[in-house]
């Protein structure tokens, strides 16, 4: 059984930085190219971030293209979001996924193509 427990939200000022972990267990986290996305209160979930099995490969929204940054460490079984300049607008639940039908060097955007889902952790950007 594939768990995905995710970490490191809180509340921060705009303009602070927060670093998000998610750590695998159950599975070959190696065999995973392993996604971010965010939901706000009244919004749907959306794609932030995603990086290949071997972290070669990262994939951002635009909304946060140059202020966060996806890596992952395979012997630690993580994956981290590093965010820095935060918005407002950054204020979400913040989930991490991971899919294992991706090939070596691929991500996605898509939420549909993830199979397994960590259960969120609350980050809050005040003004």
């Known amino acids: 059984q594939v768990q995905l427990q995710a970490s490191g939200g809180g509340l921060v000022q705009a303009g602070g930085s927060l670093r998000l972990s998610c750590t695998e267990s159950?599975?070959?986290?190696?065999?995973?190219?392993m996604g971010w996305f965010r939901q706000a209160p009244g919004k749907e979930r959306e794609f932030v971030a995603a990086?290949?099995?071997?972290?070669?490969?990262?994939y951002y929204t635009d909304s946060v293209k140059g202020r966060f940054t996806i890596s992952r460490d395979n012997a630690k079984n993580t994956v981290y979001l590093q965010m820095n300049n935060l918005k407002p607008e950054d204020t979400a639940v913040y989930y991490c996924?991971?899919?294992?039908?991706?090939?070596?060097?691929?991500?996605?955007?898509?939420?549909?193509?993830?199979?397994?889902w960590g259960q969120g952790t609350q980050v809050t950007v005040s003004s």
């Open positions: 996924a991971a899919d294992h039908r991706s090939g070596v060097f691929s991500t996605t955007s898509n939420a549909g193509d993830y199979e397994y």
């Open positions: 159950g599975g070959t986290f190696s065999n995973y190219a």
């Open positions: 990086i290949s099995r071997r972290g070669g490969n990262a």
